[in-house]
């Protein structure tokens, strides 16, 4: 089993940045698949980011542009760059990660944009 905890959120205002990790724990021997989604209250977890081992990246529409992923070593295994954030980045955010075919994701980390 594998345990994921993200960190690094909070409260910015429109137009600031801020960056989450993920702190990985537990049987991590084959990681395939890692990334973020989110999920706004009353609304459908959508993509965010997600980057293969192999490096291969894909952004949700929402996204493009302002946040970058980036996969770092097996303790902290992906990274969220967020910039120019706006009202509607308002949610909570997940860290998620493929192993051996099993998905696992974090309990979240609430990022509040204001205007």
């Known amino acids: 089993q594998v345990q994921l905890v993200e960190s690094g959120g909070g409260s910015v205002q429109a137009g600031g940045s801020m960056r989450l990790s993920c702190q990985a724990s537990?049987?991590?021997?084959?990681?395939?698949?890692m990334g973020w989604y989110r999920q706004a209250p009353q609304k459908q977890r959508e993509l965010v980011a997600v980057?293969?081992?192999?490096?291969?990246?894909n952004y949700g529409v929402p996204v493009q542009g302002r946040f970058t992923i980036s996969r770092a070593d097996a303790k902290y295994p992906v990274n969220l760059q967020m910039d120019n954030l706006q009202p509607d980045d308002t949610a909570v955010y997940y860290c998620?990660?493929?192993?051996?075919?099993?998905?696992?994701w974090g309990p979240g980390t609430q990022v509040t944009v204001s205007s």
């Open positions: 537990g049987d991590i021997y084959s990681i395939h698949v």
């Open positions: 998620t990660l493929i192993q051996q075919r099993i998905n696992f």
């Open positions: 980057i293969t081992t192999a490096g291969n990246i």
